[in-house]
T-cell receptor, first 112, second 116 residues
Framework: EDQVTQSPEALRLQEGESSSLNCSYT??????LFWYRQDPGKGPEFLFT???AGEEKEKERLKATLTKKESFLHITAPKPEDSATYLC?????????????FGEGTQLTVNP | DARVTQTPRHKVTEMGQEVTMRCQPI?????VFWYRQTMMQGLELLAY????????DSGMPKDRFSAEMPDATLATLKIQPSEPRDSAVYFC??????????????FGPGTRLTVT
């Protein structure tokens, strides 16, 4: 069974204080690892897909990296508008296709 | 700007009533997913469709939930009869199937259901 564990559950940062969120996963065969951002009262917003160990992707102050066991979402010089819950999900190679298994999320608060 | 749309956005109903939630996937996407999100369980997959055919509905309570795609522009999730434990936010997501790369999913704004 595929499993995703995110840590920490919650993180408070001061504006400009860089940090990282962790996503540990176990999956039979990784097809893709996804990062989403979710604001209160809204649906998850797609950020990145990572496919293989060593891959990195960047978007503004966010950089996602992937190893064979975990992914990190690095936040550089965060701003208050980066406050949200960040969700990690994995997709495995399986006959029935596109299922995602989500972690519980990390709730990030960036104080001005 | 293509988006998944869901209606209604909010629904308050009494226990025992039927609830129908609707979703319009992004045009051209051929997979559609229904998720439920609660504080206790996080995001749970209820059912999903590919090319309008149900592929997996193992996450749904079969006795009260049903999901259908009457056409490529409409997916529905019904609960009959509803119970207080069904109170949650229900998300629809859609995505393309590439067959090679991982299949991305794009979420709608959700339907917040409260059953009293």
């Amino acid at each position: 069974e595929d499993q995703v564990t995110q840590s920490p559950e919650a993180l408070r940062l001061q504006e400009g204080e860089s940090s990282s969120l962790n996503c540990s996963y176990t999956v039979s065969g990784l097809r893709g690892l996804f990062w989403y951002r979710q604001d209160p009262g809204k649906g998850p917003e797609f950020l990145f897909t990572l496919y293989s160990a060593g891959e990195e992707k960047e978007k503004e102050r966010l950089k996602a990296t992937l190893t064979k066991k975990e992914s990190f979402l690095h936040i550089t010089a965060p701003k208050p508008e980066d406050s949200a819950t960040y969700l990690c999900a994995v997709q495995a190679w399986e006959t029935s296709g596109s299922r995602l298994t989500f972690g519980e999320g990390t709730q990030l608060t960036v104080n001005p | 700007d293509a988006r998944v749309t869901q209606t209604p956005r909010h629904k308050v109903t009494e226990m025992g009533q039927e609830v129908t939630m609707r979703c319009q996937p992004i045009l051209g996407h051929n997979t559609v997913f229904w998720y439920r999100q609660t504080m206790m369980q996080g995001l749970e997959l209820l059912a999903y469709f590919r090319n309008r055919a149900p592929l997996d509905d193992s996450g749904m309570p079969k006795d009260r939930f049903s999901a259908e795609m009457p056409d490529a522009t409409l997916a529905t999730l019904k609960i009959q009869p509803s119970e207080p434990r069904d109170s949650a936010v229900y998300f629809c997501a859609s995505g393309p199937v590439t067959g090679v790369l991982a299949d991305e999913q794009y979420f709608g704004p959700g339907t917040r259901l409260t059953v009293t």
